[in-house]
């Protein structure tokens, strides 16, 4: 693994050889592989309207990058949404995901504007904290600090999204 550095060996070839690996791409974790339902659900500290999230991903690719849909069902309006998925985990089972996506899904019964519920119709994210459960078939989820990007309704995080995902 280590060679013999002779006296006309350069240093930079040594650097480089050392940086390298450190500078390759990040992959996702090697359990969380396949596609994944969510469940996650909001508690809002100033009302008490419900509100779900049920998130479908389609196969992570080896940068945690996936599609897929998010179904939000807030005071009883059920909106699906195209979302794309950036998933990063750590050898330590800890990461991130983040969801992107057009606020203007589609209402299911189509007597609702679902940008609504986001206090806007331009992308958005949502940014969670994850750990990984189960030997990679699980992981738990929170929001980040701030749950949503560029913020909207969320100054002072008003709203703590929190679930599960499973691997299919």
């Known amino acids: 693994m280590f060679k013999k550095i002779s006296k006309g060996s350069t240093l930079v070839g040594l ?12 992959q996702a974790s090697a ?3 396949g596609s994944w339902s969510c469940l996650g659900n909001i508690n809002f500290n100033t009302s008490n309207i419900p ?5 479908h991903l389609g196969s992570l690719n080896a940068d945690g990058f996936a599609t897929g849909l998010l179904f939000i069902n807030f005071s ?8 794309s998925a950036f998933v990063n985990v750590g050898a330590t089972g800890v990461g991130t995901m983040k969801l992107t996506f057009n606020p203007n899904g589609l209402d299911l019964d189509k007597d609702y504007k679902c940008s609504s519920v986001f206090g806007r119709s331009t992308t958005l994210t949502e940014n969670y904290i994850i750990t990984t459960a189960g030997g990679g078939k699980k992981f738990f989820f929170i929001g980040g600090d701030d749950s ?7 100054n002072g995080d008003f709203f703590v999204p929190a679930g599960t995902c499973e691997q299919q």
């Open 76 to 83: 009883t309006e059920v909106c699906q949404i195209p979302v």
């Open 15 to 26: 650097v480089a050889a050392l940086i390298l690996p450190m500078t390759l791409p990040r």
């Open 31 to 33: 359990g969380l592989t």
């Open 51 to 55: 509100y779900s999230e049920l998130i």
């Open 148 to 154: 949503i990007t560029p913020s909207t309704k969320d």
